[in-house]
């Protein structure tokens, strides 16, 4: 089921303690474009259809990435993309985010997706995999 973009939003303002409603978008939509450039075919398809269709867009149509960003990489570039942001901030936009896609997208799926990304990514979704 898709999620509405108020609630998506509402989550990750809560999750990241944001102000306002567009700081919370600027972090999903910098988020969201750095993971839609890690995740391919239909595991990409599958969570865009549970996206608020603006958010699916952008995961559909990503920022181009040459190779898997481990983890610290993605914070790095989630800060290099948020005017202001420093790693720590960037960790927490990362995780607002990322946990709020992990429920909207379901364990099974969360899953697929962990499977396409380099280690450590359970971490910034909120969901620690047993090692």
Known sequence: MTLRREAF???????????TPE??????RVVLALLGAHLVGEVRAQLAARLPEDY?????NPLQSAEPLPPERFVRATAAWI???TEQTATWDV????STVADTAGEDMLGQILLQLPA????????????
Do not use: M, N, W
């Not at 995780?95 to 990322?98: G, R, T």
């Not at 450590?120 to 090692?131: C, E, N, W």
């Open 23 to 28: 700081e919370a978008d600027r972090a999903a």
């Open 83 to 85: 005017e202001g942001a």
């Open 95 to 98: 995780s607002a985010v990322l």
């Open 9 to 19: 939003l509402d989550h990750v303002k809560e999750r990241g303690e944001y102000d």
């Open 120 to 131: 450590g990514y359970d971490l910034l979704f909120g969901r620690p995999q047993p090692t």
């Open 56 to 60: 699916a867009l952008i995961l559909l």
